[in-house]
């Protein structure tokens, strides 16, 4: 029965996510996460639920990821905000949306979020529109890495690396290359006080 249902649950996100997976997501510039995303803030995720939606072929796994909003950078999101992303898992069954952010209670992420509700992965860029807050081992200090990791520093050069683990074993440097969150945020801050208005 099991079997039936992992197969049944194959066939349905297949049909369900085919253009999804078709699209090759292009990483954004520094610029364009700051332009696109509708709201930005810093938030800490407080709960991660999973549910199943949909009838028949359009059956399939949402969550819902929580944040309490620990600063408001880009808009009001308020004092809790809740992602709406497609995938998770319920029960034995498990959806994933390729290259889609994992979240899990007590992260600390910058986030650029767009189309909330609307769009399966409601990020800009989808992973590229999630940065971890992370404490650095060696210096206790916070520091800002992407999504999967890599030091984020030069904000220049975001959307124009390919594969930043290809560079070879320097993690070395990655440290002290990172930003602080409290710098990463003020570079926001400055982009968005130059755009001109409409």
Do not use: C
Not at 9 to 14: E, G, K, N, P, V
Not at 15 to 23: H, Y
């Amino acid at each position: 029965m099991k079997t039936s249902r992992s197969l049944l649950l194959a066939i349905s996100i297949f049909f369900t996510l085919s253009s999804a997976r078709a699209t090759t997501v292009i990483p954004p510039t520094f610029d364009e996460l700051v332009s696109q995303a509708e709201l930005i803030f810093q938030g800490t995720v407080t709960d991660v639920k999973s549910q199943w939606t949909g009838e028949g072929a359009q059956r399939h796994i949402v969550s819902f990821v929580t944040f309490k909003v620990d600063e408001q950078i880009k808009g009001d999101a308020g004092v809790s905000y809740t992602l709406r992303m497609m995938g998770g898992t319920v029960g034995d069954d498990t959806m994933e949306v390729s290259d889609s952010p994992k979240f899990t209670r007590g992260d600390r992420d910058i986030l650029f979020v767009e189309n909330n509700g609307r769009q399966f992965i409601p990020l800009v860029g989808i992973s590229h529109g999630r940065f971890h807050v992370k404490r650095d081992s060696e210096s206790g200090e916070d520091l800002v890495v992407g999504d999967r990791g890599e030091a984020v520093g030069d904000l220049s050069k975001l959307g124009k690396e390919e594969a930043p683990a290809a560079a070879g074993p320097s993690t070395n440097a990655q440290p002290t290359a990172a930003l602080r969150p409290a710098a990463f945020k003020a570079a926001i801050r400055a982009k968005l006080a130059a755009a001109p208005t409409r």
